[in-house]
């Protein structure tokens, strides 16, 4: 008889930590990998990813021994060597660097949250002394949005709705289907009790196709959208008086500010019809509780930080914040917090160090500490130095879970950075086309594969979930392991011996150790306490909900949220747009993706297998394209070549792109990585300038 | 006995977890959808609506791919599962062509992307036609299809549509649940609520 075990565990295929999933396991190896329908968070959530993680795992061409470079840079060209080789030259290299040229010569750079190792890696980068760590994600993904509502609210509320209890849902450019089920399975549970449904998002999406109100508005303008509803709010007396006489402070100054945003104005700005725009505000507003979900258009449009404002007020004047059924705040389940600066030990990190930051003059909200931040090094300004040398030359990166060579915006010059840093350590499943480009690569165990925690800061709500290990291939490890060993050979203050040390550290609060939670069945859940911050205060200076922000207008920027064009639009430069009529987001994902990953996973691929450019079929009529043509999109950084979806889904003036693929389908090579936002530097990938066509071979 | 399958495509919102299921349980190959998610929209933009359809093999009460079969490859179960006897099939394809739902695939592996890795069952597939079983073996192993203990929604209800406790008996026969082309008379086991 076979043996048949069946393991509960938490995925972490998209770094969000949330699906508890039950994994069966015969003759010691995974069969099949199922929704955990009883877990008290997920229940029964789970993506197409994590199902085909079979797949991933046992992947002919995952990495399964550390390698280092035997030929030129990029020649494929490889020799195995063992861990302990590896570990020996990759810390004796970075020693090395920082001794003779400052810690700061380092860069240390990582990508997804691939589990819950994204604050250690935090911690080493402090520990080991550079200011220059930094994220694929960083400006791109979460810091601005994260930071905008620390300001208003002193927590990330935004990040969790509430969905289940809502009367009303509105998700602001996000499709939870695609990137976040546990947020779309409340969706849905709050859609079929009978909530109503908003959607703030420039494509019939997934999430749209089940909307009451969809407000398809041009991409890159959503801060407009936000003031527009405001504007409604206030100007019908809709607004929670009670609520916001008691939470919050600075409503004058807001009320004065929102009222040049009139509907009217709004919908010139945005292409939404007046009267969506106000059915919207007017439902958001009334039929209450309601709740908001968002994601990565708050970090990738033109001013985050005014949308992340911009929203956070929107949810707060209607009384949403800290309530049943609205916007509510993560809660660890006892164990030691890693989303702190205690825990990332920044105030180890020199200040001389700090002010060293890449990125620290220009873009201070990003880059300084300013002790509600993860203050991080600008990634186009870190690669810039490295082509540069300027302020000082970058003589070594170390990535981990991360692929610049696609990910980064204007992507051919990430490429020639990494070609061109002096030493290059890459952590990674698979050679992608980033540890193509390494002296040295490291195999990483995908989520299957180790024990851990799920514990990020988005994960958590008062529940605590363990990871276990199911399966081994070759000689992979997981990211924890690679940096405390790192560390011991470093000799890096504040980690641990061992995996399971610094697991059982995580827990110690909470009176159970690894091996005792596990037994215990792996999870320690309460109901998230609602109201906490409405009875004792907001971890704002004033304790209340700062509409306006003294914090923001002491750093020198507007302490009120404020509509700014994008760098390229029809209005800010009508004279590229003649050239590049069509307003272009490459902000489209599909379930089967995330990022960069999972392109080479035979069963995700057969469901998405080619790169597709959405366009209005009314207009790809005119230009001549007709459904599945190949097209060449261009705008004034690059080009690339898609397949066409044509659609009504879309307006007749905008194109929507996939992100991820590599070659000439990269969305990367169309965006820009010169201007910057204001204050925390993210590139725009929504809301730029492009011609399409039909690419003819 | 008559296995049927309820789909409520207002809790369907097109993610393709039960797709994944269904390669990964089947192993099927490149191109080949036991299962799948299509997309219909109507409407102009702005005023435009989309729904997500799954779509498998319907398990047809009178089959038309069995009466186009030449060998005999094609029959059907006591629990009204149609199947193909991989030993019997030639390829001919005309099963293919027959199926009102389009749930039927030759497997051939040359529409592969070259940069994909090749599977074990590659080569004992390849030439012959393949479609859904209702995951045969998992159900008479007392277990759902692979597509719906995937969905995270629970869009999918699965059971024995002559057993008046089932809960698929009870969607078919309040009325609410209707199969695809139900008035050709193709006796479809799959319904659907919209």
Known sequence: MPEVRYVKTTCSICGHNQCGVIVEVKDGLVKQIKPDRNDPMSKGSICPKSIASVQLLYHPNRLKYPMIRDGPRGSGKWKRISWNEALDIISEKLMNIKRESGPEAVVMARGTNRGSWIRLFNRFANSFGTPNWTESGGAQCFTPRSFAQQLTFGGIALEWPDAEASNTVMVWGADPPATWPPKSRKIIEAKSRGAKLIVVDPVLSNTASKADVWLPLRPGTDVAMALGMINVIISEGLYDKDYVNKYCMGFEELAKRASEYTPKKVSEITWVPEEKIVKAAVLYATNKPSSIAISATFDEIVDPIQLGRAVSILAAISGNVDVKGGNIFPETAGQISVDTNDFIMIEDLPEELGRKRLGADRYPLLSRYLKVNFPMAHYPTVLDAILKGEPYQIRAMFIMGGNPALAIANADKAVEALNKVEFLAVADLFLSKTAELADIVLPVASWLEYDGLADSAQATYGHLRIRQKVATVGEAKSDTWIMIELAKRMGLKGFWNSEAEYLDYILKPTGYTFEQLKEKGGIIYHEPQIGKKLELGFNTPSRKIELYSNRLKEWGYDPLPFYREPFESPYSTPELAKKYPFVLTTGRRVSTYFHTAHRNVPALRDIYPEPVAEINADTAKELGISAGDAVKIETAHGFVIMKAKTTQGIHPRVIAVQHGWQGLANDNRITDNQSCADGIGSTTLRGLLCNIRREVK | ?194
Request: with cysteine; charged share 30%; glycine share 8%.
């Open chain 2, 1 to 194: 006995m008559k296995y049927s399958m309820v789909i409520d495509t207002r809790r369907c919102v097109g993610c393709n977890a039960c797709t994944a299921a269904c390669k990964i349980d089947n192993a099927t190959g490149f191109g080949v959808d036991y299962g799948r998610v299509l997309e219909l929209e109507v409407g102009q933009f702005p005023d435009v609506s989309k729904v997500y359809l799954p779509i498998l093999c319907m398990q047809c009460e009178d089959p038309e791919c069995l009466k186009v079969c030449p060998t005999g490859a094609t029959f059907k179960t006591e629990e009204g599962i149609v199947l193909i006897d991989k030993e019997k099939c030639m390829g001919c394809r005309y099963c293919v062509v027959a199926c009102p739902y389009m749930a039927r695939f030759f497997y051939d592996d040359s529409g592969k992307p070259s940069d994909l890795p090749r599977m074990d069952s590659e080569d004992e597939r390849n030439g012959t036609v393949e479609k859904c079983d209702f995951c045969i073996d998992r159900v008479r192993d007392g277990q759902n299809p692979a597509c719906v203990d995937a969905c995270p929604y629970q869009a999918r209800i699965f059971g024995d549509a002559d057993d008046p406790n089932s809960e698929v008996h009870k969607l078919i026969a309040s009325g609410r649940a209707k199969t695809l082309k139900g008035e050709e008379g193709f006796g479809a086991s799959v319904y659907y609520i919209w």
